[in-house]
């Protein structure tokens, strides 16, 4: 249809096109469920394999009632693709989550990740890119109820903050976080379609969409490269559990189903159980890159030199193999630097060779089959279990954290007396089920356990609250994605823990990806500009120099700080969650972590059930009491903050209790109400 050509009433035959498009999706649906895979199968094994396929797929076209099918359209002035003849007919494109066809074939609604797709995020009057304008959608309960055009090669028409755009930002939010794939930004935009290739990293301040330009990223990458990515896997790794259930419907929303979610604690908990914690200062030394070459160190310690000859005795005939060949064998594959478990298969295979060479002078003619039998001869396996004995990662590190000699003798340079007697344990336990072990632990016995044996490489890893891993968390992380690429999200301004990074350039050589490209968003969508100017007040006791980011949306009344007498705070507080609840979508009671009881004893007085961080908000349970330690990533459209000196105070020092409070003042889409009776820290005064 050419692009000029409009109905009478454009609403009217806009919502016939939805109508049809859901129509044309339930039957390519319809079409996936009536295959039958009886006849095009050889085994049963092909048959699962195939029948798990065709599930995804069903999953991944269902109709989502309440998500818009598609939430824009572009009127081309020419024919995508095809010369540019002057009077030629444009192309009308709708954009959706999906792709959707008719029974032709004939698109209904195009994927907004497909190239004729992204003049929708990037067309400007500026740089219409061949478009003749752009029309928006709003919808109510799933039903197209406003549309918006904007007309890009019209001289005579002013640019105008999209007003049905301005509505989707400010949409209330109860459930889990939303993709935000309708309102995506340019400069997002340019970041969620960069290439599979590069590692890139985004240091974006509250608000500016950091996490939603990550899981954006991964669904445009799995778009681009499918079946690469379907042979490697993709991974996003969030902070905690509840930051994790916060985000893991946007992906499934955008029809991707196959991408893994977990913490660093997940990913390297598989080798030993956690039920220990480490002081802080113990946690920080435990996670610093110098524990690398510590267990590298104690790894190869393991390697002793042959002192006697190995004697294979195959037949009448004895091959003699001398102690100082074998120990060239063993000083050439430290010298290579392979993995000690790669090295502990290769010398039965070096020490073989050698008798086979010996065979071949004697006039006989061995085949690989005996220079794989000799590896396996008892003389050979004794001798390479003497010179390079197999090593168990968590007993290793088991042995650094209880034998002060065996830590003396490996960390010597590197770590300092003090320092050892800090990391050691202060019960030493005799096994390693028995041992009380940390989460800063495991990752010792992850980097371990690569020592030995090569950790499995994704094909794309994305890091959310990077700010917050140690060096052996980014080592950890990074042996998940060292033939891959990574997408690494944070705000340096909110890192929270004793460990947290000092630099982008530091966290992203710890990753192993010194390479990657730093981008700095610093425009704001989500949090409104009186609030984020407020806690920006703070930026130059947490992070100098960091850019304050800059907020699109005015909010007037947006934020309210109240005074109140110490013994009223929590009836105040109480008030506070009863006025925001009048307004409409989610609300969050953030507060010192040792405050949440007498907070929730407060509330369960006056009759107010709340809902634990992570768990789904619903039209009918809307307020969450949120633990200022797990605040961070989620937002509410309305925001309670109980006494911030107490947030602050809760850290183990006060810039660390600044950074929390940071993160507690910007979780909030549409109003923030901060209750002290104690002093503001003076940053804010």
């Known amino acids: 249809m050419p692009a000029h050509e409009e109905s009478s009433n454009p609403l009217v035959r806009e919502r016939a096109h939805l109508a049809a498009s859901r129509a044309a999706l339930r039957a390519m649906r319809e079409d996936v469920q009536a295959l039958d895979i009886r006849d095009v199968t050889a085994n049963w094994v092909n048959a699962a394999v195939l029948q798990s396929q065709i599930d995804d797929r069903i999953k991944a076209l269902a109709d989502l009632s309440h998500t818009p099918l598609f939430f824009g359209r572009l009127d081309y002035l020419h024919v995508v693709g095809a010369e540019k003849a002057e009077g030629s007919e444009g192309e009308r494109f709708y954009i959706g989550r999906r792709h959707v066809h008719d029974a032709h074939g004939d698109p209904m609604v195009i994927d907004w990740r497909a190239p004729v797709s992204q003049p929708f995020y990037q067309a400007s009057r500026n740089n219409p890119l061949d478009v003749d304008h752009r029309r928006r959608f709003g919808y109510t309960g799933g039903e197209l109820t406003a549309y918006e055009d904007e007309y890009l090669t019209d001289p005579s028409e002013t640019e105008q903050t999209s007003k049905l755009l301005q509505a989707e930002i400010e949409r209330p939010r109860v459930g889990p976080m939303r993709d935000i794939v309708a309102t995506i930004q340019p400069e997002q935009d340019e970041i969620v379609r960069s290439d599979l290739g590069g590692t890139v990293c985004v240091q974006g301040g509250p608000g500016t969409g950091k996490t939603a330009v990550g899981l954006h990223r991964v669904a445009y990458l799995l778009y681009a490269h499918r079946e690469r990515l379907a042979r490697t896997g993709t991974l996003v790794v969030g902070p905690n559990r509840s930051f994790l259930h916060y985000i893991e419907q946007v992906l499934p929303a955008l029809g991707e189903l196959e991408v893994q979610q977990a913490t660093v604690e997940d990913l390297v908990a598989a080798r030993v159980e956690v039920r220990g914690t480490d002081e802080s200062a113990a946690a920080v030394i435990k996670g ?346 989620l937002e509410y459209d309305y925001v309670v903050l109980d006494e911030p000196a107490a947030v602050v105070d809760g850290e183990p020092d006060e810039r660390t209790g600044l950074r929390r409070l940071y993160v507690a003042l910007t979780r909030a889409v549409s109003g923030l109400i901060v209750l002290h009776a104690a002093d503001l820290p003076e940053q804010l005064a």
């Open 288 to 633: 610093d890159a110098r524990m690398a070459e510590v267990l590298r160190r104690a790894i190869r310690s393991h390697v002793t030199p042959p002192v006697e000859p190995v004697v294979v005795v195959r037949g009448s005939r004895r091959w003699r193999v001398p102690a100082y060949e074998v120990e060239e064998m063993t000083t050439e594959l430290l010298a290579r630097d392979m993995r000690y478990g790669a090295a502990h298969e290769a010398l039965p295979q070096r020490i073989a060779h050698a008798v086979l060479v010996r065979m071949e002078e004697a006039g006989e003619a061995p085949d690989d089959r005996v220079q794989n039998a000799v590896a396996r001869n008892p003389a050979v396996k004794a001798a390479v279990k003497a010179v390079w004995p197999a090593v168990d990662p968590a007993k290793l590190v088991l042995r650094l954290l209880t034998d002060a000699e065996f830590l003396a003798a490996h960390a010597e340079g590197i770590l300092g007396d003090d320092e050892q007697k800090q990391i050691l344990m202060v019960k030493p336990a005799r096994s390693v089920k028995a041992a009380r072990w940390t989460a800063a632990d495991a990752v010792l016995i992850d980097e371990a356990a690569d020592l030995v044996a090569r950790t499995h490489s994704l094909g794309h890893v994305v890091i959310d609250e990077a700010q917050d891993l140690s060096p052996m968390q980014y080592r950890a992380v990074g042996r998940r994605c060292s033939t891959g690429s990574a997408t690494v999200l944070g705000d340096l301004a909110q890192g929270t823990t004793p460990w947290s990074t000092g630099s982008w350039e530091q966290a992203l050589f710890h990753l192993g990806k010194a390479d990657a490209v730093v981008e700095e968003l610093t425009a704001g969508f989500r949090v409104p500009r009186e609030v984020i100017a407020y806690a920006s007040r703070l930026l130059p006791a947490i992070s100098p120099g960091l850019t304050p980011v800059e907020s699109v949306r005015e909010a007037p009344g947006s934020l309210a700080v109240r005074e109140v007498a110490a013994e009223e705070l929590e009836a105040a507080v109480v008030a506070a969650c009863e006025e925001s609840l009048h307004h409409e979508g989610s609300i969050g009671l953030i507060a010192a972590d040792a405050r949440i009881p007498a907070l929730a004893a407060a509330l369960a007085a006056a009759g107010h059930a709340c809902l634990s961080p992570g768990e789904e908000t619903t039209a009918a349970s809307r307020l969450t009491l949120v633990p200022a330690s797990l605040a961070k990533g």
